[in-house]
Each structure stands twice: as C-alpha cells, then as structure tokens.
C-alpha cells in the first residue's frame, strides 16, 4: 500500500509556470505507475501524465504535451509535475495517483480506473 500527497498547487497568471509534487510514502520499493490527473469544475478527472517507476517510461495526454514535464526523485519518494505555459483551461485540481506495476520496463495507463491510490490533491489556478 501506498499514501501520497501533493503540494505546489496555487494561483497564476496565464503564462505563468508551477511545480507540484507527491510525495509518496508506504510501499515504495515496488515497481509503481505514478501518473498525474487534473478535474476542472464540471468535467471528468483526466489523465494528463504517467511514469513507470521501473524503467522510467513516460507517456502524456496529447492535450499537454510540450508544456508539462513528468519526473521522479527515487532517493526522495516524490513524483513532479512541472508545467509550462500555463493556460486558463489548466485551471483544475491536480490529483497523484498510483497503482502497482508488475515488472520492471513496463508500460502504464492514463485511465482513471486502472489507479488504486489516490492523494487529496492540489488545487491549480490560472487567471487570464
């Protein structure tokens, strides 16, 4: 089993950039999907970032790739999301989720299903 929470969330202008981070505590020397989601008001919770912890394949929804950055800190336990270019359609509470991966080298899902842990999240705002 594995607890997470997320940090780095806050209010920015359009253009603007943040870090989130999740840390991640628990069961932590199996190999993990770790992805990223974001739900704004109204919408469903998407997938927008994932990393295989084993091997370190990394995939992102078309909708942000070139302007979000997945990476993983092994010695610290902790999962980041940089974001460039931020939009106000990126306006959404971030969420870190993970799931158990079943070897080294494998691949993940952006699919909201497929996670088992959750963190609270982190609220992301961007103002035009």
């Known amino acids: 089993q594995v607890q997470l929470v997320e940090s780095g969330g806050g209010s920015v202008q359009t253009g603007g950039s943040l870090r989130l981070s999740c840390a991640a505590s628990?069961?932590?020397?199996?190999?993990?999907?770790m992805a990223w989601f974001r739900q704004a008001p109204g919408k469903e919770r998407e997938g927008v970032a994932v990393?295989?912890?084993?091997?370190?394949?990394?995939d992102y929804a078309d909708s942000v790739k070139g302007r979000f950055t997945v990476s993983q800190d092994n010695a610290k336990n902790t999962l980041y999301l940089q974001i460039h270019s931020l939009k106000p359609e990126d306006t959404a509470m971030y969420y870190c989720?993970?799931?158990?991966?079943?070897?080294?080298?494998?691949?993940?899902?952006?699919?909201?299903?497929?996670?088992?842990?959750w963190g609270q999240g982190t609220q992301v705002t961007v103002s035009s």
């Open positions: 989720a993970a799931e158990w991966a079943a070897s080294y080298g494998g691949t993940c899902s952006l699919a909201r299903d497929t996670y088992r842990y």
């Open positions: 628990g069961d932590t020397y199996s190999y993990y999907c």
């Open positions: 990393i295989h912890t084993g091997g370190g394949r990394i």
